[in-house]
């Protein structure tokens, strides 16, 4: 099954596979670095002009504007901007508490039933629901997002770490060291975390687009936010009322721009898989 | 794995779209001229206990038809008491006691008659509840006779008003717990069935003692705003209830007609000094920020209200400045010009604030003018309030951030923040509720805690006065009450209604229109206009 992906064959073909997958890790996050550098120069309180609301798209409005009058196009840039904070956020805080309980797991065999046990219980809950439940606990808001979806998106990259930190143990290196005194400390420092950091490096990029996809799923069910807040599942939400009106363009164009983004997210983690892990890169 | 929550996302679009579509399109579904098929409703929500007068059905703020239930009076187009139980009624002279004779005529619609007993007892089961109407000047209620003799605490002119709030039910076999699904009253309608979430039916009661409606049938249905405003383009409504942000799309075979309501929008300014000082219920009264008059002052004479309700209500409202509606006895003009930027600018200088850093926002002694206004976030009208002021208030160099929430979110900050109120009762009680400082942060009352013995001192004048004369000195304490701003008043909000064309709600006749009020006041003049037009 030798089938590169659409996004690397046509243009760059002249290009070998490593820079091909350079190039296109370059571009998707130059265009997610543009995304959120403009969201963060827009205020949160988009300025309204109710005098021209309820507009289609045009060129002064692109994306055309909402029923107080903003422009849907800097509403949806700074969405997706709060988007891309809460999945740094998200993926960064479950990476870490990934690695910490897959080295924890390592430890003896109770702790690892112990860690075991706790994806099991975190995997048996809907993510939604335990969403729904974290964000209320700690009084909503972006934070409350941010931890919401990082602690409940730690369960899978655990599960793979774990499994790997448990082969590397069984290795005759690892053995060694501990024959030669070194400390268990000591050697999941120097000699398992170098060999798993490309895992929950990847891992990390993989929770984004989850983490993504959380965050506007919570924000369209109306928790977390303000709803003159511009976050995409607000927005989303807040176009409902309003396509019995016709007024499409309120749904399609944020709901396409987050597809675009989710994607995006998915192309930088798969090629970076492929980097680092040359072994799968022609899965 | 990674291409199933893309798949995901395509399949909500595809679902919003299709909705959407299933929205615009859809036929007429046709049914017959003395049926009235509706999606109205005060506040447009279910009743959460049914249809139970003692937890509040047909009441919210006074002027409301509970349908189901008689009432003892009810109010008439100019907003005059007119008899509805009652035959005759006596006040004495010093607002004490009231004395009701009801009328003996009247069977409830399991066949049994209804009594004084029945009055009295709903009224003091009303007041045990405390859900619905606001009876706390009430003693005692006693049936004597063919009369019910109220006796109150204290005189209170305004408790004739009450007479109109309550619902009246069986005492015999009334049980606060399952009454509201089947509820027994005396009513021009009864109910025929409740699907909870969906829609309740009534049917003309035969028995019924005044003037008999036009309508056999009436189903209401709960729908969510959108879906309501889908139900009218469908033609499956006669009459809809949609927020001002239909008001100006046009649907073949229907009109828009829209009420003036005494309904007032307003954000209430907490008056005092955050001094540590705590509510009974451990909220903290007071901010540093609007605790200052000049900065309550400046925010009333320099928001654009007109410009804000264009915007926020579509043009469907009025401007108000002091909360109470033109509509009212006690309404009253106030001489200060709409939007003066300037002024409210050189109010803020006199009184200290300046803009020493530079940064658009005043400052006085290090406390830069910044403060929240919450809102409910279930109220779209709210939210655009919320963020027009704050974007007006910018302009005049005070920065206010918006906050949306649930009530459960805006209770801790009540008394501390600027909140989003609406009020509009046709009982002038409501000054005292929100200016009095007797009641200054209890509950939803005087949230700006506002203390002025003057303004207590005219409440308790007019509380002794009669009705009618009563009225300009609650004018008096409202005035006075808004020379200091506790509340910034912007408006009252128009309700709009699709109609289908061959409908008569009979215009002319419709009651004030209170705080979540209803449509249903004056249903005995409704008629169709042309019943061969319809089948």
Redesign the interface.
Known sequence: MNKTPWYNKGLFSSLNLRQKTLLTIALTALVLLVIFISGTMINVNLPTDFATRMKPPSFEHLFGTDWMGRDMFLRTIKGLSLSIVIGIGASVISSIIATILAFVASMNKYLDSFVSWLIDLFASIPHILLIMMISIALGKGAFGVIIAVAFSHWVNLTRVLRAEVLQINTSEFVALSGKFGKSKLWIAKEHILPLVLSQIFVGTLLVFPHAIMHESSVTFLGFGLSPHEPAIGIILAESMSYLAMGAWWLAFFPGIALLIVVLLFDIIGDNLKRLFDPSQANN | M?KK??I???V??IA??G??AF??GGGHTEHAANELVACVAAHGEEPEFGFDPMHGWGYHDSGTEPLIQSTILKRDKDNNFVNDLATDYDISSDFKKYTVTIRDDVNFTDGSKLTANDVAFSYNKSKELGEGADLSSLKEVKADGNKVVFTLEKPDSTFINKLTDVGIVPEANYNEDSYGQNPIGSGPYKLAQWDKGQQFILEKNPDYYGKEPCFDKITNLFL???AA??AV?NGDVDIAEVPV??AN?TVDGYHMEYFDSIDVRGISLPTQMDEGKLSEDNITIGNNVTGDPAIREALTVGIDRQ?LL???LNGYGDVNYNGVADQLGWSFETDYKDGDVDKAKSVLAAAGWNDTDNDGIVDKDGQKASFSIYYN?AA?ER??I???V??QAKEIGIEI?????SWD?IDPVKYSQGVVWGFGSADPMEIEHQYDSRVAAVGYDNPGALNDTAVDSLIDAAMAQETNSSYATWSQAAQQATSHNPFLWIGTMDYTYFVSDDLDISNSTHLIYPHGGDIWGNIYDWNRINETATE
């Open positions: 990674d929550y893309i995901g996302v395509i909500a679009v919003i779209i909705v959407g929205a615009l969510d705003p959108d405003f889908a383009k942000a239909y799309e410009a264009d915007g926020a976030s779209s939210q655009a919320a963020v027009a704050a974007e951030e918006p906050v949306g929430g979110d």
